[in-house]
């Protein structure tokens, strides 16, 4: 919601490296706390975790938002992989924790590791963010003047009728964009895009990673030490990047079509279909229907795959049915519902965990 009132009055280049930076600072903190020892305070220590887990989330929303509206000024490929991007993140950190899970022998390197990465990776970022305002690549498509705070180029606006492109953006740089007309061309988008996230949340990782080998007595090291972080972790995260990274060359169905809305609903359907595996542990649903590990695994790459692809047609659909102004405020209000999405399942998956 902040972003959205920053939008105008803060320039994207602030946010962005505003946010980067709080993110670093964050992160040097918590990396220097992995040599403390903190023994004789957890309490305070825990309070001050979750702290920084507040202050990363806000900064990571800010940054996420900035960028995606920087991105809308660009042709649609680059919004996808944006998008595409953040879900290889995702492979790639269930890669690393498998891998520290295999060859790890104590937990506070492997803790040093991996906030040393972070520290490294948003450094990378910072430098590649200062440097993207120089490539001529980014000139062509207006950001150099964008970043300066120089008007666009003026838009012919003359012959539609519908008023979110006739509305005066450039009036006030002060203003937050117009909020209504947007909500108007994006509604049906937004609306996609909250419940693809609500139903993925749910399920990912709270009921997912609750799933366990229906061979795990067997005792063999893939039934209890590797089912969950290649079954759950893995292969959602796989799968989620593979749906996004489709959608480059496949973008059906449009953003006006009455079948996005009606398969993104049908989503709703994964939720019983993983709570009848071997979710564990079982309060009141006593029946194990899919007595197989090759389903929940069908299942997963299903539920990541659609979310990839359905999550980001959603997304990247939203800032191109509105006017170049608007790009910008209109991607930070799909990110606004991807959060809301993500917000409210959580606190769902909290009410299907006592099924």
């Not at 520290?100 to 948003?122: C, G, R």
């Not at 542990?281 to 229907?289: D, I």
Request: hydrophobic share 50%; aromatic share 14%; charged share 10%.
């Amino acid at each position: 919601m902040l972003n959205f009132f920053l939008v105008n009055r803060l320039s994207s280049q602030v946010r962005i490296l505003s946010s980067l930076l709080v993110m670093l600072l964050v992160f040097i903190l918590v990396t220097v706390l992995v040599k403390v020892d903190t023994s004789t305070w957890t309490m305070e220590f825990f309070a001050l975790s979750l702290v920084c887990v507040a202050i990363l989330s806000g900064a990571s929303n800010v940054l996420t938002a900035s960028v995606f509206g920087v991105t809308g000024r660009f042709p649609l490929q680059h919004s996808q992989s944006l998008i595409s991007g953040q879900a290889m993140g995702g492979t790639v950190s269930a890669l690393a924790a498998i891998l520290d899970l295999t060859i790890a022998s104590n937990v506070t390197d492997s803790a040093l590791a991996y906030f040393l990465t972070a520290d490294v990776f948003i450094l990378l970022c910072i430098a590649a963010y200062l440097l993207l305002p120089k490539i001529t690549y980014s000139r062509f498509f207006g950001l150099f003047s964008y970043y300066m705070n120089l008007p666009d180029e003026p838009t012919d606006s003359s012959s539609s009728e519908d008023p979110v492109e006739t509305v005066d953006v450039s009036s006030s740089k002060t203003n937050s964009p117009p909020i209504i007309p947007i909500l108007k061309k994006v509604k049906v988008l937004a609306a996609c895009l909250f419940y693809t996230f609500f139903i993925s949340i749910i399920i990912f990782p709270t009921i997912s990673a609750g799933i366990e080998s229906v061979e795990k007595y067997t005792g063999s090291i893939w039934t209890n030490k590797y089912f969950t972080p290649l079954t759950c972790f893995l292969v959602y995260n796989f799968a989620d990047w593979s749906g996004r990274q489709i959608t480059t060359w496949i973008q059906v169905p449009g953003p006006n079509s009455k079948m996005l809305p009606v398969l993104v609903f049908l989503r709703t359907f994964f939720i019983p279909l993983f709570m009848f595996c071997n979710y564990q542990p079982r309060k009141h649903m006593y029946e194990v229907f899919f007595k197989s590990d090759i389903y929940p695994i069908i299942f997963i790459t299903l539920l990541g795959m659609s979310n990839g692809y359905l999550g980001t047609l959603s997304m990247v659909y939203g800032p191109k049915v509105v006017p170049k102004e608007l790009s910008e405020g209109t991607a930070i209000v799909m990110s606004f519902f991807l959060g809301l999405g993500l917000a409210i399942g959580s606190a769902f998956s909290s009410v299907v965990h006592l099924i």
